[in-house]
């Protein structure tokens, strides 16, 4: 199923899943299921998917398709992690069998896989869920190098296990310019280059109807546009 049309998110702090009526709504494409990964392995090893799945039945119920937007970052991750290292090894690999994991588990409860119309590539964030620094390069041993592998390594751990998906690669782009340029170059065109644009979908949660169309990120996308990518 194509990732298209108007997504509405569904916040990872599971304060406020959204209702029946939201789900319902016509003019709904899609939903965006935010889950942070501390909820889904509590302690290392011990996964608990079922609030996760029940969502995703929710939509399935509704007729909506849904993305997996696993919220990672110091504020989201395990305790047994690395803090202040979001380039760290550790974290890729872990975030890899942590998909390994969800998708067993959906296979096993039954979930429709073609209601899965993209995976939000996280892993490497610093804590919110774009591609930007949040201050990570004042952390010690930061180097640009580090971050451009840590998404790199991210993105080959979700086409391992989401490789069937048509598009399974959703980068959250952020403004800030150094940066942007930095993962334009080192990542973003790196994958488009390797899997094809129609695998690879950008969004920012913050565009909405009131974004001016001068804004940063709008920018960015005719930036990629240009070069023929979206």
Known sequence: MELKGYG???????????????LGNKNISFIVLRDRWSYLEETKDKYNFDYLLGQMERCIKFNKPFTISIMTGDDCNPDYLPKKQPWATAITTRYGLLHHELRKAMTTRGIDFTKVVGIWITGPTVPSQEMHLNGAEKFAGYSAAKMESAWNDAITVIERVWGDLPTRFILSISGQNPVFKFYLNN???KVLDTFGSNS????HNSLGTQT????NHH???????KKGYV
Not at 200 to 203: G, I, K, R, Y
Request: proline share 6%.
């Open 200 to 203: 690879v979908a950008f969004q």
């Open 187 to 189: 990542v973003i065109l």
């Open 212 to 215: 001016s169309l001068g804004s």
């Open 219 to 225: 920018k960015k996308l005719l930036e990629l546009h």
């Open 8 to 22: 509405l998110l569904q916040p990872g702090d599971r304060q406020r899943p959204l209702s029946n009526v939201e």
